[in-house]
């Protein structure tokens, strides 16, 4: 047998006692130097902790500027500013991580999984947003989430999406949330950081998938405004429910609407309902019917969605590394695969028994049963909702931003002909009171 | 007009209250979250197990940055200075000599210096080494293991889920706390 | 565009000049885009440190046939080769992320530009005459479209849901208490077990015994459950045996049966019942022979097993198809062959279960390792590849049901000697053995408990326990006498003696009556000290032998390749030769012993050496 030329060198050097771990055989001892210093291995520093502040407290500044900006000054052009300021530093400077959209999951991993510690920062990062939309609207969304910054500056020639199409797409960022919650919270996977559009971008450099999958939400957001906001974001669904319930939000106009319609033809989202009149009395008791009948299917919608995302265990926990793993020592100790991978290697080094491993698997899965469950049930609750939104048909007066849509960009303040005569007063007035001066 | 006005506060009034309710709940439930303590302490570093790492070699290819944040780092108190390095040199390598036939890391990253007879010492060129693990691997299977991967904290991005981490096939890489940002092999991080 | 306010003429050429920049940016970012994602897909699929030149150069360097000039000459080359690699990737690097800032500056630009266009283009909007708010059938009907197109999507996640929960696939069983149970997959076994079995006589189970069910000390001493006997030593527990007969004329042959298939593996007895196996490259079969009469009893036809399917695993003609010697535990009788198929036969010949252990590849002699068994662990020592392979493993499968219990792998490369479970201080080990290391195991889990370095090469020789020592080696190394009872690295600590001279290749040891005797393909016996390591002597049969020596009281039994077997008094001085028998067959395998009766394989028989009356009945 030829013997390598290891071997024989091998043989040269006396073997010493291996030490416990694994990996640190001390085969070789060091030697002693009599006059040689040992080198000592160099780290860099950890990222100083005061940037987190600094991440906060920008953060906190930023939606009151924002909110001061689209409630107070009514400005387009300081949101528009700022909007890029948030790009700038949340994104290309901060690379994207910490955001509030990712927070979520951190949030629900927290609530599902008792031994992880969720960061401060992160907490913060979600709650400031949520606190600051009950009372002033969506105005994280105008200037200060970088994503939605990214998406504002491209969105030149929007056109507009019909609103069955509105309807039908909304429904997305709704399931994404449910998966995401769902994934984060039995500790699977964090899909929502996974397909994160513009990370990429932030850092200059990603995986091509991922620059792929960004340059197509921008390409597509020059038409079609903020594509990633309106059929993805999953925050954006929160946001949407507490801006419902806000205390101010953004107005048209600050006096009678007129009816221009200038507004609702500048907003590249679609966020302007156009006045409605009153149904008429014949209509009534057809549209009462199917509010009813609506009312009825939400909780077999719910039931149905609950019953089918309990099916959901086995695929979803093919997205988990540990449930894979065990799938994988399982068919090679059945004889089911020849082909083992690094993990099983991992594993069958580590000599846990393989039963330990399917054990932590299924139970896994058990929570993932229970997770698609809840999924499941929320999917059917947002369907079911849908449809009884749609049953209702309240009276409006005036051009009105929809509070869960509207995103304060501000755009409508400039082409709001009412408004303009108010900036002119405003003016008039300052004007007047410097030349009182 | 006199008589809805008292309806219209009150609903303002209780609007408001619930509003006022619903941001300290936020609050209340964001302090609770951020007061409560689970079995770890705030994690929110990735790092690699050295223990734990098979070098693979996913770090080089994984990582979302284009130059992989996972770099060899050497336990200079554990290294044999073995004149045979098995993480410098090809398993069959013919000659000990520095020429790329014999020599294992792909990038040359690894400096090879004579210190006295028979030892020699080997320090990492880090803004070479790609976190391939082929030294790493080479120093586990025959040697004392002095060579490992560590997530250098410069280059890393910090990113709420690490595409390493989903990667790895052994649990390898977690998150650690900001106080001890490196899992060194030999126990001393700065010292 | 009826309602554009008029424009200056220089707010014009603004406008366009601002246009004109926001298409070349557009251009500009389109052509970065590009050229990113194709370098980064390039860097992905053509990895300049995976270039195929590079390794086809390694490899023809590692070739000693390859001359003194051409080496010199493919060295520059790699040399070179290997800096222009490294310029390349980081070059790549460099580019790709010059690149991303350009395409960031792109895209500044493009906005900036776009921005100034469309402030400078600014026109009033047009939004249309006043439209007077929809009426009742309007909003009805914008209604109605909008809830068909919900419900088409909600239908859409459901048919993806449901797609996605049926569609897709596990093999880990569902529910937690399934796990035991489906350990083996029993429909498969069911399927095996119905094919195999003849229609009346169905299998006896797959439920899993809730006891564990082996067999007793006593039980074990009396039989000869494995290759090498109850204990695996060559060391037989009876003395009642002729030391002359001969095959020819029949003297002292009690009975000579043909077996069906050819196979190198020994017979094992319990009871009356012998059992062996044998294959050939499409059949395997179980044998059980009545060893009073030497009527084969029955033939069970054991069928592949996935993963190994119709494979032909690749053996040297030398090994066969079933070299490895069958075990019982006088509740079923287990067999391997060289495909990697395990099964269990109860002693009517059902099949109890079988499984495939996966065809092993990078065996180069074929499989041989010999099962063994302690308790109710079947033990199966499965070596192949080098060390680097990570091939290697002992596997323990629980014997009732075929389950794993544990698996653990081992550094270790090929070998084809069996493993051997030795009980000190009231502590079993395992101990087997394979370049370059000798390692004692825990039964019950797998848990290393010693390990000693010293193996060298193709290893087939097992170990044999006398004395507190294990002992074990090869001629390629040198011969290990391992002092039982150390934990962890025992190599410095616990090697009681070192031996050089005649060690064996092929045949295994006999250490019994304070000697130890290794004998050499080439037929060299050669006697050391067993506890000292003193060489005592060496005699020279001149003839070939690989069958592995046993001991009866004072005396042993010795076997050739050509049939020729001697019986021998060995003692400290000297090798006194009692007789000198005849076989009349090759013979390659070794005895088993039972009451009275020497049972050996030939290369087409089973024999029974000894009285023709039936005694084998041992109470």
Known sequence: ?437 | MAEKSPTINRRKFVADGLRVAGAAGLFGAAGLLTMRRGGEPINNLWQIDPNKCVACGNCATHCVLDKSAAVCKHAFRMCGYCNLCTGYFEPEAAELTTGAENVLCPTGAIVRTFVEDPYYEYTIDEPKCIGCAKCVKGCIAFGNGSLYLQIDQDRCMHCNECAIAVACPSEAVRRVTAETPYLPKDGDPES | MNQNTPQPESSAIACLAASATAWVAVVFVFVVCVLLVTDYARRQWDNPFDSSEFIALKQELADPSVGVARRDAIKMKLRVLDQNLRREFFQRQRLAHVGAHLLVMGVVVLVLAERAAATLRRRMPHPGPAVSPPGTQQRLAAAGVSRIAVSVAAIAFGVIAAFAAFGVGTNLPLAVDQLADQSTAPDQQRAIAARAGDGARQTTGVAPAPEPDFPTNEEIARNWPRFRGPRADGIAAYENLPTTWDAVSGKNIAWKTPVPLPGNNSPIVWGDRIFLSGADRQRREVYCFDAGSGRLLWTREVPSTPPSRSAVPKVEAATGFAAPTMTTDGRRAYAIFANGDVVAVDLAGQIVWSRGLGVPEENMYGYAASLAIYRDRLLIQWDEGTADDKLSKMIALDAATGKTVWQVPRPVTGSWASPIVVVHDDRPALVTAADPWVIAYDPADGHELWRAEGIMGDHGVTPVAAGGLVQVGNEYGEWLAIRLGGAGNVTETHIAWRGEDGLPDTVSPLASGGLLLLTTSSGVLTCYDALSGEMLWDHDFETQITSSPTAVGRLAYVFAKNGKSFVLEPSRDECKIIAENDLGESCVTSPAVQNGRIYIRTKKHLMAIGGSEDITKNE
Not at chain 1, 10 to 28: G, H, P, Q, T, Y
């Open chain 1, 1 to 437: 047998m030829m013997r390598p030329i290891r071997f024989v060198l091998f043989a040269v050097v006396l073997l010493a006692a291996a030490s416990n771990a694994a990996l640190a055989v001390e085969r070789f001892p060091p030697p002693e130097f009599t006059d040689h210093a040992l080198p000592t291995t160099q780290f860099a520093p950890a990222r100083p902790a005061f940037i987190q502040y600094v991440d906060v407290a920008l953060l906190a500044g930023g939606l009151a500027l924002a909110s001061y900006l689209a409630l107070a000054r009514r400005s387009r052009r300081g949101l528009f500013v700022l909007s890029i300021a948030a790009l700038a530093w949340f994104g290309f400077v901060r690379h994207g991580c910490v955001c509030s959209i990712g927070a979520i999951q951190n949030v629900a991993l927290a609530a599902g999984n008792a031994n992880y510690t969720v960061p401060w920062v992160v907490v913060a990062f979600f709650v400031l947003p949520l606190v600051f939309t009950l009372f002033f609207g969506r105005t994280f969304c105008a200037a200060v989430c970088p994503l939605g910054a990214a998406q504002e500056l491209v969105a030149v020639r929007p056109i507009r999406v019909p609103r069955w199409l509105e309807h039908a797409l909304g429904l997305l960022p709704h399931v994404y949330l449910g998966l995401g919650v769902a994934l984060a919270a039995v500790g699977t996977a964090f899909l929502i950081c996974r397909y994160d559009p513009f990370v990429g971008f932030f850092r200059l450099g990603a995986t091509s998938a991922m620059l792929i999958f960004g340059g197509c939400v921008l390409a597509i957001g020059v038409f079609v405004g903020r594509p990633y906001c309106r059929f993805l974001c999953p925050y954006g669904v929160v946001l949407g429910w507490l801006s419902r319930l806000s205390k101010w939000r953004v107005r048209i106009t600050p006096d009678q609407c007129i009816g221009c319609r200038l507004c609702e033809d500048v907003c590249p989202y679609g966020a302007i309902e156009p006045p409605t009149s009153a149904l008429s009395p014949a209509a009534r008791p057809a549209v009462r019917g199917w509010f009813v009948f609506f009312l009825v299917l939400l909780p077999v919608l719910i039931a149905a969605g609950a019953v089918l995302g309990s099916h959901l265990a086995v695929p979803l926990s093919r997205l988990d590394p540990a449930v894979e793993l065990a799938e994988q020592v399982w068919a090679e100790d059945h004889g089911l695969t020849h082909v083992t991978t690094d993990a099983s290697d991992a594993f069958r080094n580590t000599q846990r028994p393989p039963e330990e491993l399917y054990r932590a698997a299924q139970s896994q899965r058990v929570k993932l049963a229970w997770a698609g469950m809840g999924f499941g049930a929320w999917v059917g609750l947002v369907v079911g909702m849908k449809f009884i939104m749609l049953a209702r048909y309240p009276r409006q007066t005036d051009y009105e931003p929809n509070p869960a849509a509207c995103v304060s960009c501000g755009r409508c303040f400039w082409y709001c002909p009412q408004d303009q005569v108010h900036r002119l007063q405003t003016t008039k007035d300052t004007k007047n009171t410097k030349t009182a001066c």
